[in-house]
């Protein structure tokens, strides 16, 4: 089986309910597009994996990609697609080290969309549109803003993508930029 957007978006929305967690997995989808075109790789793929890298998140918090794992293992979701999912849990919820450029990418975008989403809040346009890498780096130093980003983690995923923090910065902005509307991020 090779899924769709569709089945990934059907499959969400089976087990979350959360608006903050879709716009959340519209955010990832749109950065995984992102990369995935500048790298020249399967932007659906990317995409679709972007899109469902939480799919536990809201039911099974404490168990975490493993939850995602079985469900995406009973769907006959392709394995290599369950262990890209998987590996952006890792160190935490994880064994399974982001080994490919499209598994790494996940690890290091993930966290990050969430403090530039909460950065752009903060801004009085409210706006992805306008929204500059040295405004979230400024944001990154406040350790008490979006207390709950791993920012370890992202420096962890740049390193392992050979980016600065500023250029992994720009690019996820850029990514995220295509779906500003949806997120309620636009103009």
């Known amino acids: ?18 608006d903050s ?3 959340h ?4 989808e749109a950065v995984m597009r992102h990369f995935a075109k500048a790298f020249g790789e399967d932007e659906e793929k990317w995409g679709i994996i972007g899109f469902i890298h939480d799919l536990d998140w809201e039911k099974w918090p ?10 995406l293992e009973d769907e006959g979701w392709p394995e290599d697609w369950i262990r890209s999912v998987v590996s952006h849990g890792w160190g935490l ?4 080290k982001p080994e490919q450029r499209m598994e790494q990418v996940l690890y290091a975008i993930d966290e990050l969309t969430g ?18 890498a040295r405004s979230v780096k400024k944001k990154w130093r406040d350790k008490g803003f979006s207390a709950g980003v791993n920012r370890e983690v992202i420096d962890k ?9 500023t250029e992994l910065i720009e690019q996820t902005i850029l990514g ?9 991020l636009g103009a």
């Open 176 to 184: 995220m930029r295509n779906v500003a509307d949806e997120l309620s």
């Open 25 to 28: 997995a519209l955010a990832v």
């Open 93 to 96: 919820v994880s064994e399974v």
């Open 115 to 132: 403090l530039i989403t909460a950065t752009a809040l903060m801004r009085p346009s409210k706006s992805l549109l306008d929204l500059e």
């Open 1 to 18: 089986m090779k899924p769709t957007r569709d089945d990934a978006e059907k499959l969400f929305l089976k087990h979350n309910e959360s």
């Open 62 to 71: 404490e168990e975490h990609c493993v939850q995602t794992a079985k469900i």
């Open 21 to 23: 967690l879709y716009r």
């Open 157 to 165: 995923g740049a390193a392992m993508l050979g980016l600065e923090r």
